[in-house]
């Protein structure tokens, strides 16, 4: 669970990489029309942009893991 508390307090420093890598990739592999790695360098980013969007909604570092730690409650 240490390192699940890890990413989501320094979400900002893998996420943004990954959506700026996965977009342009999947823009790549769009203008080649191969759509299966089109696909899945589109769904990398989104799962970055998703955790962002998470990161932020939440309200940044010490409540993305509080609210990782009331979600683990929920689900044992």
Do not use: D, N
Request: net charge positive; proline share 4%.
């Amino acid at each position: 669970m240490l390192e699940l508390y890890f990413l989501a307090r320094h979400t900002p420093f893998w996420a943004i990489p990954l959506i700026i890598l996965g977009g342009e990739f999947a823009y790549i592999f769009w203008l080649k029309k191969k759509f299966k790695t089109f696909v899945m360098c589109s769904i990398i980013a989104f799962i970055g942009l998703a955790s962002i969007v998470f990161y932020v909604w939440v309200g940044g570092p010490t409540q993305a893991v509080k609210s990782i730690r009331r979600m683990q409650h929920y689900v044992e």
